[in-house]
């Protein structure tokens, strides 16, 4: 199989979901937020991983100057199309109207709910999977506004 790079060194890129920490990235915990989905950066770099992956080092100068190993899958063009999400995977959110499900309420306004994940598509703005209590809702970014933050008793 012969591996050809959508990307260019010099290019500006986009990354489209947000990049953890794998366990590779030397000073920071695994699992943390290293470039937030939506940042652009700058390829200086391409090599191959298994055989099989092209990854491109991807230079983020406004995520501290990162330098960060990207899977092709996990970029775009720099100038593509791109719609920004206002909620992150384990956001506390609140209903803006109730939710229903064939005509039946299945949530009311104002329930909270945890962002479980983030859907996004091309060229139009994001929705989300958001547990309430037991149940995952597929709800659109337009029904959800940002939880309060729990009030700390002393």
């Given at each position: ?67 960060v190993g990207c899977r092709e899958s996990e970029l775009i063009p720099a ?8 909620f992150e995977r384990g956001d506390r959110v609140t209903t803006r109207l ?57």
């Amino acid at each position: 199989m012969i591996l050809e790079p959508r990307f260019a060194c010099d290019d500006a890129v986009r990354v489209i979901r947000n990049l953890r920490n794998d366990g590779t990235y030397p000073g920071e915990d695994t699992g943390t937020v290293l470039v937030r989905r939506g940042s652009i950066g700058y390829v200086c770099e391409l090599g191959v991983f298994l055989q099989d992956q092209i990854i491109y080092t991807v230079h983020f100068l406004d995520s501290g100057g990162r330098m960060v190993g990207c899977r092709e899958s996990e970029l775009i063009p720099a100038d593509a199309p791109w719609i920004p999400n206002r909620f992150e995977r384990g956001d506390r959110v609140t209903t803006r109207l109730p939710l229903a499900i064939g005509g039946t309420t299945a949530v009311t306004g104002g329930t909270v709910g945890e962002v479980m994940a983030v859907i996004r598509e091309p060229d139009i703005a994001a929705h989300y999977h958001v547990l309430f209590t037991t149940r995952v809702l597929d709800v659109p970014e337009s029904a959800l506004e940002a939880a309060p933050s729990p009030k700390i008793m002393d």
